[in-house]
Nanobody, 121 residues
Framework: VQLQASGGGLVQPGGSLRLSCAASGRIFDSSIMAWWRQAPGKEREFVSAITWTGGSTSYADSVKGRFTISRDKNTIALQMNSLKPEDTAVYFC?????????????????WGQGTQVTVSS
């Protein structure tokens, strides 16, 4: 699966951004699509995931209620509201086939290039 992320930028605290991930290639209905992020000096962390059919979503506690993941055709979007400085990171989209591990496990099959999100006044 090929993944192309876009939509990052600079935003003030409390603002919003919408990230998009264009997916192509062999995608199964049961594939898992996810967003991860990595801040400077920190490990990559799970943000949110959605099944390709869109029937199930998951969120990290740190973004629950502020971020919304969705799928429209071959694009996975991450709507980010009420952004905080601690949301500053490079955001990556990822895809994997169904596996017997949690969506928060970083063993995804395919990763897109990152898009920088900076939350600062």
């Amino acid at each position: 699966v090929q993944l192309q992320a876009s939509g990052g930028g600079l935003v003030q605290p409390g603002g919003s951004l919408r990230l998009s991930c264009a997916a192509s290639g062999r995608i199964f209905d049961s594939s898992i699509m996810a967003w991860w992020r990595q801040a400077p000096g920190k490990e990559r962390e799970f943000v949110s995931a959605i099944t390709w059919t869109g029937g199930s979503t998951s969120y990290a506690d740190s973004v629950k209620g502020r971020f919304t993941i969705s799928r429209d055709k071959n694009t996975i979007a991450l709507q980010m509201n009420s952004l905080k400085p601690e949301d500053t990171a490079v955001y990556f989209c990822a895809a994997r086939r169904p596996k017997l591990v949690a969506v928060t496990d970083p063993r995804y099959d395919d990763w897109g290039q990152g898009t920088q999100v900076t939350v600062s006044s």
